[in-house]
């Protein structure tokens, strides 16, 4: 995985932090694209690299709707975590 895979605009970086900052929770689709003000087409772009690295999960639930969630399992994503409360004490 390189960095570029995480951080590759600044819409991907601001998923990536809100995930961060809700570790433990799932978001739909249509959520994170109302929180992060863009469309629900560039949450599933910016999602899909993520997704590849499995830093983040991604699952189709009821009636289609899209789902997705930092995956604590995997050691990237574990790192990630541990930086960013780092980087919070600064």
Same mark, same amino acid.
Request: proline share 4%; charged share 30%; hydrophobic share 45%.
């Given at each position: 995985?390189?960095?570029?895979?995480?951080?590759?605009?600044?819409?991907?970086?601001?998923?990536?932090?809100?995930?961060?900052?809700? /570790? *433990?929770?799932?978001?739909?689709?249509?959520?994170?694209?109302?929180?992060? *003000?863009?469309?629900?087409?560039?949450?599933?772009?910016?999602?899909? /690299?993520?997704?590849?690295?499995?830093?983040?999960?991604?699952?189709?639930?009821?009636?289609?709707?899209?789902?997705?969630?930092?995956?604590?399992?995997? /050691?990237?994503?574990?790192?990630?975590?541990?930086?960013?409360?780092?980087?919070?004490?600064?």
């Amino acid at each position: 995985m390189k960095l570029l895979d995480l951080f590759q605009s600044k819409a991907q970086v601001r998923l990536v932090e809100h995930l961060l900052q809700n /570790p *433990d929770k799932v978001f739909n689709q249509a959520g994170l694209a109302r929180v992060m *003000d863009v469309s629900p087409s560039t949450v599933a772009r910016i999602a899909e /690299p993520l997704v590849k690295c499995k830093v983040v999960l991604y699952e189709r639930y009821q009636k289609g709707m899209k789902i997705f969630a930092l995956n604590k399992e995997e /050691p990237a994503a574990r790192n990630l975590i541990e930086f960013y409360e780092k980087i919070k004490q600064l």
